[in-house]
Nanobody, 119 residues
């Protein structure tokens, strides 16, 4: 089992920055591909960013490329999402996801953290 706890959300003005953190416990974070997803009111949950186990490969949704940066510190069992130049359309609940490489490793979600960007 893996427990994921997000933090760092809040209210920020357009153009501002936030850094989200996702602290993992239960198993080594290095086993998992880590991602951030978000869900705005009335919308489907959508992919934001992903980082592979070795941190050498990252991918982003087109809507956040150039503004958001995902990183991981396996020694601290923590994943980060640095969000710069925030826009009102970034307002959502942000969820951390851990995707295992085997069925036994499993897939896990955090409880989410609210990000609100005011115009």
């Amino acid at each position: 089992q893996v427990q994921l706890v997000e933090s760092g959300g809040g209210l920020v003005q357009t153009g501002g920055s936030l850094r989200l953190s996702c602290a993992a416990s239960g198993r080594p974070l290095s086993w998992y591909v880590m991602g951030w997803f978000r869900q705005a009111p009335g919308k489907e949950r959508e992919f934001v960013a992903r980082v592979r186990r070795s941190s050498e490969s990252t991918s982003y949704a087109d809507s956040v490329k150039g503004r958001f940066t995902i990183s991981r510190d396996n020694a601290k069992n923590t994943v980060y999402l640095q969000m710069n130049n925030l826009k009102p359309e970034d307002t959502a609940v942000y969820y951390c996801n851990a995707e295992g490489q085997t069925v036994e490793q499993g897939s896990y979600w955090g409880q989410g953290t609210q990000v609100t960007v005011s115009s």
